[in-house]
């Protein structure tokens, strides 16, 4: 079987949860189905570190895909001529993008629809695009896979989609994240917070994120409680950013915020893993990736009481209302304070990240994908 894959999203060092997605599940499928062909379509150079195994063969097709306007134009025009040519049995679209005009069966991974809910976060034709084209796209899938129960329930109702159409198609963890050791915790704060404890926050820097309230709640809580931790910001800025900039410019403690920008796996792992505990804070998530790998590291973890978030955490994370920068500072003063609870947190989540593996996630979207040929 040809089974076509659009990789636009491998991305050596600039990779979001989407990406991550893509890789984890795909080196899987590829190893474990040498049977198969499978075609890799970058839409740039691509790192030879993505080419997960001898049965993957890469296709560069430009332009790359940095605008609405390319998009069309790579998924609609470049696209079709490649599929046709590789002779593909079927595509698999980890980011939610298909080609409108091919009949080859697609699969197409839709992670969240927050564009239908929080438009306003988006830049004005990328906006137009998303909920012009993705209505259709769920539509012209021949099947449709989605990473929480909470997507699949969204994605159906406001698509009018089949619930039989949709598979819930968990996120994992790396492997990487686990606990470390006492002397590379002290080590990591050395690095980067002067060897104090800090709060972390991972994530691109974007309006639904919430960061700018958690800067405020971040502010109260240093001014109530007297204390000397620090919150460490990991990501790399998308767009809308400039609420974000005045709300950390007027801060009082801001010299207590640490960014990272994007950082590597290794270093990631190192950063959660010494956090005092995960602040994830978002309005809206398809899943949340950062709880579990949190989770995974046996740091405690305060994140919202919406979308699917409270799916992901299940009674292993301490909810915070994410509209409400009262609400998120009284979850750091009680996670600050409370050395029993944090402990408590950390035993509950010893049990729920079982329920995620990159294992499972590429299991369930090679039984996705198969449904496809039906």
């Not at 190192?270 to 804070?281: D, I, N, Y």
Request: charge should be positive; hydrophobic fraction near 40%.
């Amino acid at each position: 079987m040809n089974i076509a894959v659009n990789t636009r999203l491998l991305l050596k060092g600039k990779m979001e949860g989407i990406g991550w997605f893509a890789c984890h599940s795909l080196r899987i499928i590829a190893q474990k189905h040498k049977e198969h062909n499978f075609f890799f379509i970058f839409d740039r150079p691509y790192n030879e570190e993505f080419i997960f195994s001898d049965n993957v063969t890469p296709i560069v097709v430009s332009p790359p895909t940095r605008h609405p306007f390319l998009w069309y134009l790579w998924f609609e025009h470049r696209l079709p001529a490649v599929l046709k040519k590789i002779n593909a049995d079927v595509f698999l679209s980890p980011d939610g993008y298909i080609s409108l005009r091919t009949k080859v069966p697609t699969l197409t991974v839709i992670h969240d629809i927050n564009f239908v809910h929080q438009p306003q976060d988006l830049p004005f034709w990328v906006r137009k695009y998303y909920n012009h084209y993705f209505y259709k796209f769920a539509h012209r899938a021949k099947q449709i896979a989605t990473v929480s129960e909470y997507s699949k329930a969204d994605i159906c109702k406001h698509y009018n989609i089949d619930k039989e159409k949709v598979d819930v198609v968990y996120n994992g963890s790396s492997s990487v994240y686990k606990p470390i050791k006492v002397s590379e915790q002290i080590a990591t704060r050395k690095s980067y917070t002067s060897e104090k404890e800090y709060f972390i926050f991972v994530g691109s820097l974007h309006p639904r994120k919430n960061i700018a309230r958690l800067f405020l709640a971040f502010d109260i809580f240093k001014r109530e409680t007297k204390s000397d931790i620090k919150l460490v910001i990991v990501g790399g800025k998308m767009f809308k950013t400039s609420d974000l900039t005045d709300v950390f410019n007027k801060m009082e403690f801001k010299d207590d915020v640490i960014f990272t920008g994007r950082v590597e796996q290794d270093v990631l792992h190192k950063l959660v893993a010494s956090a005092f505990a995960m602040t994830f804070v978002p309005t809206f998530e398809g899943f949340g990736i950062p709880i579990i790998e949190a989770m995974s590291c046996d740091i405690p973890v305060i994140s919202s009481n919406t979308t699917a978030m409270p799916e992901v955490g299940g009674d292993a994370v301490l909810y915070i209302d994410p509209f409400s920068v009262d609400s998120i500072k009284k979850g750091m003063t009680i996670i600050y304070n409370d050395k029993d609870l944090r402990n408590n947190l950390i035993e509950k989540a010893k049990l729920q990240r079982q329920k995620f593996s990159w294992e499972q996630t590429a299991d369930k979207l090679w039984n996705s994908l198969k449904k496809c040929l039906v």
